[in-house]
């Protein structure tokens, strides 16, 4: 009967201590899994980056179990950014079985859990910061805490200056229709390579920094550049063009395309007025055969023109749809082209006697005067 007394006290015993004492070991440095040793641990300005460690468990006999026990753990930063972040682990927490596998544990003779900080770690200034983490068991006697934690070094890296980018385009950013336009980006920090994106989609990634679109934009549209220096640390800056685009061209009309000559025409009518991105004026233009288009004078600026004066030859008409954006950018676009077509006199000359008539002409009383008309049409 005591030796029954005496195993099970033993048992309740053992059970108790293996509930209150272990020994956990995280001073190797293979431990902290992310950033890994031998890897690469500068990062840039505010980067974002992951901490990803193992805990051991050097107790021959007890296991730590998350389900009741926490496990509480302390980041402590010195250097060029300090602080501390503290966090517990438990059984549904930021933990994994780890080996032995064990779901929720952290098994004897050497047996170890992974971990995963619950946030990205980021910091701002540069230079190196020391970072030590130090892992306790919340409820238990941990018999040695001197290995407990572990210290390692980050490095962050400069934040380089903030590329320019510029155009081309009437304040960087108004273009017309058709209007080829190059983008340059600049920076005092050595940039390596310069990706440009036009509504966000890559277009041009390499060593230039110099874009220019093909075929050209034909939209209002975001255009990016992303600088990445040597260490991949990235800047970029963000351009938003402005299509002063003239959607709708505008339609005149004329009622009398054939006129004779020194006759003044009707008005011409607005048959459809144009409409665009920006505020839409007008202006009319003409010319002969073999001269360009030119403003008309005094200038019309309405949507409709009413000649004043007589044609003497035939003459082509159209409108100027005029779009004018805030910043000023003035695109042009034309309506439809009217000719209009004057006829030649029927009657080119007049002779008297059968020689050309002068404009004043004397006779004598009584005297008959015989009036030819020479090179007519129709009489």
């Given at each position: 009967m005591k030796n029954l007394f005496f195993l099970a006290f033993l048992f309740f015993v053992q059970n108790i201590f293996s509930q209150t004492t272990l020994d956990l070991n995280l001073n190797n440095r293979s431990y902290v899994t992310v950033p890994a040793e031998g890897s690469d641990v500068r990062y840039c300005f505010n980067e974002k980056f992951n901490l990803e460690f193992q805990v051991h468990n050097l107790s021959t006999t007890n296991t730590l179990d998350l389900t009741t026990n926490n496990l509480n753990v302390t980041l402590t930063f010195t250097?060029?950014?300090?602080?501390?972040?503290?966090?517990?682990?438990?059984?549904?927490?930021?933990?994994s079985p780890g080996i032995p596998a064990s779901d929720n544990t952290i098994q004897s003779n050497g047996g170890y859990a992974e971990f995963i900080w619950p946030s990205d770690l980021t910091f701002s200034n540069a230079g190196t910061t020391t970072i030590v983490i130090f892992a306790q068991a919340a409820g238990v006697t941990d018999t040695s805490t001197t290995n407990n934690s572990i210290t390692f070094q980050i490095v962050n890296l400069e934040k380089p200056s903030q590329v320019n980018l510029s155009s081309t385009a009437l304040s960087n950013t108004d273009f017309c229709e058709g209007e080829e336009i190059t983008f340059t980006a600049t920076s005092t920090?050595?940039?390596?390579?310069?990706?440009?994106?036009?509504?966000?989609?890559?277009?041009?990634s390499s060593p230039t920094n110099i874009f220019t679109p093909s075929p050209v934009l034909s939209s209002s549209v975001s255009v990016s550049v992303r600088g990445l220096t040597a260490d991949s640390c990235p800047t970029s800056n963000t351009l938003y063009m402005f299509y002063n685009d003239v959607t709708t061209k505008g339609t005149i009309g004329q009622s009398s395309l054939t006129?004779?000559?020194?006759?003044?025409?009707?008005?011409?009518?607005?048959?459809?007025?144009?409409?665009?991105a920006s505020t839409i004026t007008y202006k009319w233009q003409a010319r002969r055969f073999g001269d360009p288009f030119a403003d008309l004078v005094p200038p019309i600026t309405t949507a409709v023109y009413t000649p004043t004066s007589g044609l003497t030859t035939t003459t082509f008409f159209r409108r100027v749809a005029i779009s004018t954006s805030v910043q000023n950018k003035i695109c042009e676009e034309f309506s439809n082209i009217i000719q209009v077509t004057v006829n030649d006199s029927p009657i080119s000359g007049l002779q008297v006697g059968g020689v050309a008539a002068p404009s004043t002409i004397a006779i004598c009383e009584s005297e008959t005067v015989t009036f030819t008309a020479t090179a007519g049409q129709s009489f």
């Amino acid at each position: 009967m005591k030796n029954l007394f005496f195993l099970a006290f033993l048992f309740f015993v053992q059970n108790i201590f293996s509930q209150t004492t272990l020994d956990l070991n995280l001073n190797n440095r293979s431990y902290v899994t992310v950033p890994a040793e031998g890897s690469d641990v500068r990062y840039c300005f505010n980067e974002k980056f992951n901490l990803e460690f193992q805990v051991h468990n050097l107790s021959t006999t007890n296991t730590l179990d998350l389900t009741t026990n926490n496990l509480n753990v302390t980041l402590t930063f010195t250097g060029a950014n300090t602080g501390t972040a503290t966090t517990s682990f438990n059984s549904s927490h930021f933990s994994s079985p780890g080996i032995p596998a064990s779901d929720n544990t952290i098994q004897s003779n050497g047996g170890y859990a992974e971990f995963i900080w619950p946030s990205d770690l980021t910091f701002s200034n540069a230079g190196t910061t020391t970072i030590v983490i130090f892992a306790q068991a919340a409820g238990v006697t941990d018999t040695s805490t001197t290995n407990n934690s572990i210290t390692f070094q980050i490095v962050n890296l400069e934040k380089p200056s903030q590329v320019n980018l510029s155009s081309t385009a009437l304040s960087n950013t108004d273009f017309c229709e058709g209007e080829e336009i190059t983008f340059t980006a600049t920076s005092t920090s050595d940039i390596a390579t310069y990706t440009f994106y036009v509504g966000g989609v890559a277009v041009q990634s390499s060593p230039t920094n110099i874009f220019t679109p093909s075929p050209v934009l034909s939209s209002s549209v975001s255009v990016s550049v992303r600088g990445l220096t040597a260490d991949s640390c990235p800047t970029s800056n963000t351009l938003y063009m402005f299509y002063n685009d003239v959607t709708t061209k505008g339609t005149i009309g004329q009622s009398s395309l054939t006129i004779c000559e020194n006759e003044t025409l009707p008005p011409f009518t607005n048959v459809e007025s144009a409409s665009g991105a920006s505020t839409i004026t007008y202006k009319w233009q003409a010319r002969r055969f073999g001269d360009p288009f030119a403003d008309l004078v005094p200038p019309i600026t309405t949507a409709v023109y009413t000649p004043t004066s007589g044609l003497t030859t035939t003459t082509f008409f159209r409108r100027v749809a005029i779009s004018t954006s805030v910043q000023n950018k003035i695109c042009e676009e034309f309506s439809n082209i009217i000719q209009v077509t004057v006829n030649d006199s029927p009657i080119s000359g007049l002779q008297v006697g059968g020689v050309a008539a002068p404009s004043t002409i004397a006779i004598c009383e009584s005297e008959t005067v015989t009036f030819t008309a020479t090179a007519g049409q129709s009489f």
